[in-house]
T-cell receptor, first 113, second 115 residues
Framework: KNQVEQSPQSLIILEGKNCTLQ??????????LRWYKQDTGRGPVSLTIMTFSENTKSNGRYTATLDADTKQSSLHITASQLSDSASYIC????????????FGAGTQVVVTP | DAGVIQSPRHEVTEMGQEVTLRCKPI?????LFWYRQTMMRGLELLIYFNNNVPIDDSGMPEDRFSAKMPNASFSTLKIQPSEPRDSAVYFCASSSVAGWYNEQFFGPGTRLTVL
């Protein structure tokens, strides 16, 4: 069973609107959680990374939250732009295995004019 | 820095042929990762190296896959013989132990199609 579950699988939003993506994980012992953005035909690019003690982190219009107690994270996109159309992947790292990251399946976001 | 460089960007081959994918990590990075991405399975770690030494190859699907890192600036992933189910996008990523959280920088990927 995948240790990182993302929802929704895909979503379509109008340009200028906000949206929130969800990530639930069971990876333990937890080290950090990151969100990657993957544009079509490109490699993933890191947006944010949070450790156990961090609740929120922003990168421009992207804001990630982390609740380590409930093992949940969210990525909020504010005032979406066409360039936000991409797959957003939640990735969790365990303290036991530095080199191996656990990847979610991703949420495909489509921003329409 | 040019980032992680992969070649070729696209590869189309016939079943049974040998395929070699290449990667040049970011200079100074001491970790190198090979991933495979498919619609069905998402991103999967195949193998990773530390200081040119393979650390974990448990993700390599079978003996047809092999990876080498002869020096700090070059790695190859070879598939011999290739099969249609190997069709996927293969990513190389690198990171530095100095970045404790293992921030991995991905290359653009090689899209492999096996006919």
């Amino acid at each position: 069973k995948n240790q990182v579950e993302q929802s929704p699988q895909s979503l379509i939003i109008l340009e200028g609107k906000n949206c929130t993506l969800q990530c639930n994980y069971t990876v333990s012992p937890f080290s950090n959680l990151r969100w990657y953005k993957q544009d079509t035909g490109r490699g993933p690019v890191s947006l944010t990374i949070m450790t156990f003690s961090e609740n929120t982190k922003s990168n421009g219009r992207y804001t990630a939250t982390l609740d380590a107690d409930t093992k949940q994270s969210s990525l909020h996109i504010t005032a979406s732009q066409l360039s936000d159309s991409a797959s957003y992947i939640c990735v969790v790292s365990s303290r036991d295995s530095w080199g191996k990251l656990q990847f979610g399946a991703g949420t495909q976001v489509v921003v329409t004019p | 820095d040019a980032g992680v460089i992969q070649s070729p960007r696209h590869e189309v081959t016939e079943m049974g042929q040998e395929v070699t994918l290449r990667c040049k990590p970011i200079s100074g990075h001491d970790y190198l990762f090979w991933y495979r991405q498919t619609m069905m399975r998402g991103l999967e770690l195949l193998i990773y190296f530390n200081n040119n030494v393979p650390i974990d190859d448990s993700g390599m699907p079978e003996d047809r896959f092999s990876a080498k890192m002869p020096n700090a600036s070059f790695s190859t992933l070879k598939i011999q013989p290739s099969e249609p189910r190997d069709s996927a996008v293969y990513f190389c990523a690198s990171s530095s132990v100095a970045g404790w959280y293992n921030e991995q920088f991905f290359g653009p990927g090689t899209r492999l199609t096996v006919l």
